[in-house]
Each structure stands twice: as structure tokens, then as C-alpha cells.
């Protein structure tokens, strides 16, 4: 059983700064792409950020520059360092990782979110 908990949404300025953290367990034989996401009230959920295995990451156009992504193999965790933080980032941001258990080669596992709020 995978499971991603994420951790590190607060309520914090516009301009602030605020690391979220999500750490996968379970039997799991490997993780490949590691990534956020996040859902604004009233919208569907977006891409925010990806990893690869390798460090290669991905951003979507409206955190690029301001968001880092990234991970530690070792412990199963991603990261996701938000700065510059808008209003506009207001939103649960979600955890997701393309896992390899016993019972699948690669499936998508998702977390339960954390509410990252920013206040004007």
C-alpha cells in the first residue's frame, strides 16, 4: 500500500516564502516521475511541477522562476520550495508520484493535499 503525505501548507503573505514536503511509503520497488499539482476553489487541478529520477524537472508557466522542485531519493521525498508567492497561488497543492509496486509496474499515486494560502 503507497501512500504520499504532503506536508508544509500554511497561511503565509504575498512576497512570502513556504517549502512543502511530500514523503511516499509503502511497498514500493521504485519511483520514477515525482510531481505537484494544485486546485484552486471552483477549478480544475493543474500541473504545477515535475522531477524525474534523474533531477530533470518541469515547471508550468505561471510558477516558473519562482517555484523549485526537487527531490531526495534516499528518503522517498519531494519537495516543492514556493517564493514570490501571489494570491493567484492560493490553493491545495497535491502530491503526486508515478510509483512501481508489487501489483503494477508504474501507477499514479496522489496524496491528500495541503492548503496553501497567501494573503494580500
Known amino acids: 500500500q503507497v501512500q504520499l503525505v504532503e506536508s508544509g501548507g500554511r497561511l503565509v503573505p504575498a512576497g512570502g516564502s513556504l517549502r512543502l514536503s511530500c514523503v511516499a511509503s509503502?511497498?514500493?520497488?521504485?519511483?520514477?516521475?515525482m510531481a505537484w499539482y494544485r486546485q484552486a476553489p471552483g477549478e480544475q487541478r493543474d500541473f504545477v511541477a515535475s522531477?524525474?529520477?534523474?533531477?530533470?524537472?518541469n515547471y508550468a508557466d505561471s510558477v516558473k522562476g519562482r517555484f523549485t522542485i526537487s527531490r531526495d531519493n534516499a528518503k522517498n521525498t519531494v519537495y516543492l520550495q514556493m517564493n514570490s508567492l501571489k494570491p493567484e497561488d492560493t490553493a491545495v497543492y497535491y502530491c503526486?508520484?508515478?510509483?512501481?509496486?508489487?501489483?503494477?509496474?508504474?501507477?499514479?499515486?496522489w496524496g491528500q493535499g495541503t492548503q496553501v494560502t497567501v494573503s494580500s
Open positions: 503526486n508520484a508515478d510509483v512501481r509496486t508489487i501489483t503494477s509496474s508504474l501507477k499514479a499515486y
Open positions: 509503502g511497498s514500493m520497488f521504485s519511483i520514477n516521475n
Open positions: 522531477v524525474n529520477t534523474a533531477g530533470s524537472t
